[in-house]
Structure formats: C-alpha cells, structure tokens
C-alpha cells in the first residue's frame, strides 16, 4: 500500500526566511511524485511531477528535489504570497495531509 | 496548462434531495477522473475513481448508491449526491488525467451545504 507523510503539518516564517518542507513516500515502484499548492476553498493546483532519485525542477521561489525515500520542496525568500497548504503525492493517486505554510510580512 | 472546469463552486439543498456536480476538462481528454471529498484543515479523501466508459471504482467505506458517478465521455464527469443530508456537507473536488500521463489536474471545488 502506498504512504505518504508530510512533515511538518504546520510551519510560519518570515518573509524572507527560506526553508524546506519533507515528503516521505513507501511505494512499489515509484510513477510519479507530485506537487500541489492549495488555497482555502480551492482546488489544489499543480506545481511539478519528479520521476526519478536525484531528478530537481524549479518554479519562482519554489524548487522540488527528489530521492528514493522522500522529496523536498524548498521555498527560498518566501513572500507572504507563498501561504498556502502544499500537498505532495505519488501515483494512486494517494496523497499527504499536506503542509500548512504562513509567511508573515 | 491543462483546465478542469467544475460547476457548481457552491450550492445549498435541502436534506433529501439529490444534487449533481459537474467536472469537465476543458483542453484535453481526460480517460480518468477522480472525485475527492476534503473537510476542513483535512487533505483530500478519494472517494471514486473513473475511467471514461466503465464503471467507477469506489474506495472502501464509501456508499455506490448515495454518491452516482458517471463518466460517459472523455470530457465530463458528474456526481450526484442522492437523498443529501447534513452530514454530506462537505467540500467535493475533482481531478482529471489524461491518457498516458502521470499528473492530474483539479477543478475549483464545490461546496456543498444541506440544510
């Protein structure tokens, strides 16, 4: 059976204070590893897929990077704009329970 | 980018009543769907899933014939929510991916009171 952690369920910094958040995973055989951002009262929006251990992509602020075990996604200089619940989750499709991310100005 | 369309963002019925929502992928063919029902501050709980053609796939515990899922073309999904109660209040999201890809894509939710 597929599993996905998130960790940590909740993180606040401040504006411009860079930092990482963890997805562990347990599958046979990873297909797929994504990202969502999701705001309050809306659906999740896609960020980025990783297929393989050392696989990285990059959007703005944010950079999602990959190994066998888990993924991160490190938000550099984060802007109070960024606060959402990220979600990470591998094919299945099963999901984390996500990560609430508050950045105060 | 890849768009899912889903209507209604929010209605109100009254307990008893039966209610559809609808999820369509707007600029490409989606040959699976998924239906997701989400309470507050909890991640998403996948309800169904369906591949355009056939039957859906319910996940253990939930009821086939109070949540109807049909998908009968490679654009749209619907599920309807029969005899609706307060306790089907909820937050339903969609996804949609198409054939032979990995990612699926959301729709905008819907909100679902009965009262």
């Known amino acids: 059976e597929d599993q996905v952690t998130q960790s940590p369920e909740a993180l606040r910094l401040q504006e411009g204070e860079s930092s990482s958040l963890n997805c562990s995973y347990t599958?046979?055989?990873?297909?797929?590893l994504f990202w969502y951002r999701q705001d309050p009262g809306k659906g999740p929006e896609f960020l980025f897929t990783?297929?393989?251990a050392g696989e990285e992509k990059e959007k703005e602020r944010l950079k999602a990077t990959l190994t066998k075990k888990e993924s991160f996604l490190h938000i550099t200089a984060p802007k109070p704009e960024d606060s959402a619940t990220y979600l990470c989750?591998?094919?299945?499709?099963?999901f984390g329970r996500g990560t609430s991310l508050i950045v105060h100005p | 980018g890849a768009v899912v369309s889903q209507h209604p963002s929010w209605v109100i019925c009254k307990s008893g009543t039966s209610v559809k929502i609808e999820c369509r992928s707007l600029?490409?063919?989606?040959?699976?769907m998924f239906w997701y029902r989400q309470f507050p501050k909890q991640s998403l709980m996948l309800m169904a899933t369906s591949n355009e053609g056939s039957k859906a796939t319910y996940e253990q515990g939930v009821e086939k014939d109070k949540f109807l899922i049909n998908h009968a073309s490679l654009t749209l999904s619907t599920l309807t929510v029969t005899s609706a109660h307060p306790e089907d209040s909820s937050f339903y999201i969609c996804?949609?991916?198409?054939?032979?890809?990995?990612?699926?894509?959301f729709g905008q939710g819907t909100r679902l009171t009965v009262v």
């Open positions: 600029d490409f063919q989606a040959t699976t």
């Open positions: 996804s949609a991916r198409a054939t032979g890809t990995a990612e699926a894509f």
């Open positions: 989750a591998v094919q299945g499709p099963t």
């Open positions: 599958v046979s055989g990873l297909r797929g």
């Open positions: 990783l297929y393989s």
